[in-house]
Each structure stands twice: as structure tokens, then as C-alpha cells.
């Protein structure tokens, strides 16, 4: 016989929402001022020209205009050199 009664564990059945990160307008496509391009945690991709960084690191467009990309170097403040993306916004 058990010692214990057969109940369910309290530490199962919890799980958070997805963040439905990601970028939300890609290259070539037209953004209008305020739209947002990039959802992200961190700066996996930087803002370039007419687009700014919101608190939460999500990046929106400041002016309307074609949303291009490009592939840069980044110095980091070690020393070190990364490559990253940059969105930018070409205004109409």
C-alpha cells in the first residue's frame, strides 16, 4: 500500500505565450512612418537611416520609404569585430 495518496504535481500546466518575434517587413516592401520592421530581444539586427530603437529593442521607421538591408561590420567595445544587419529606410 502507498504511503502517499496518487495525486497530480502543482509544478506541471504552466507555459508563456509566444513573443511573435521576428522582422515583420522585409527588403524592397514599402514601410509607412511608424510602422514596425522588427520585432527582437537584443540587436541582432541595428538600426541605419530613418529608423529608430524602441525600449524593448523593437525597430520602427521613422519616415515612409523602401526598407533595405545590408550586412555590416561591427566593432564591439572588446576589440572584437562582429557582422550584422542593418534596416534601413529610403525615403520615398
Known amino acids: ?6 495525486k497530480g504535481t502543482t509544478r506541471n ?3 508563456s505565450r509566444a513573443k511573435r518575434l521576428g522582422v515583420k517587413l522585409y527588403a524592397g516592401q514599402m514601410a509607412q512612418a511608424g510602422s514596425i520592421l522588427v520585432r527582437q530581444h537584443g540587436t541582432r539586427y541595428l538600426p541605419g537611416i530613418n529608423v529608430r530603437r524602441a525600449v524593448d529593442d523593437t525597430l520602427y521607421a521613422v519616415k515612409t520609404g523602401q526598407i533595405k538591408f545590408r550586412t555590416i561590420n561591427k566593432r564591439l567595445f572588446t576589440g572584437l569585430r562582429r557582422t550584422a544587419t542593418e534596416i534601413r529606410v529610403e525615403a520615398v
Open 1 to 6: 500500500m502507498a504511503g502517499k495518496g496518487g
Open 13 to 15: 500546466g504552466r507555459d
